[in-house]
C-alpha cells in the first residue's frame, strides 16, 4: 500500500490509490450534492481524496467509502 496510514472501506476493504470507490448520498459536512463513483487520488489528514468524472476533488471518511473491485 502507498499510503503511511491503514484505510478501510464501509465493508473492512483496503482502500489503495487509484482504487475506484462509491461515494454514498452526502452528509451534513459534505459538499458534494449526490452519491457517485470515483477514483481514490491520495490520502489527506485521515481522510481519502476522491476524484469524480468532472475532475473535482473531495475529502471522504474513509469508513463511508465502498471499494468496487
Known amino acids: ?3 503511511d496510514n491503514f484505510y478501510l472501506d464501509v465493508n473492512g476493504t483496503p482502500i ?3 482504487d ?3 461515494v454514498p448520498e452526502p452528509n451534513d459536512t459534505d459538499i458534494h450534492n ?5 477514483m481514490v487520488d491520495d490520502f ?3 481522510n481519502v481524496v476522491v476524484v469524480d468524472q468532472e ?4 475529502e471522504i ?4 467509502l465502498e471499494v468496487l473491485k
Open 1 to 3: 500500500m502507498s499510503n
Open 16 to 18: 489503495e490509490k487509484f
Open 20 to 22: 475506484e470507490v462509491e
Open 34 to 38: 449526490n452519491e457517485f463513483t470515483g
Open 44 to 46: 489527506r489528514n485521515g
Open 55 to 58: 475532475c473535482n476533488f473531495y
Open 61 to 64: 471518511e474513509p469508513e463511508r
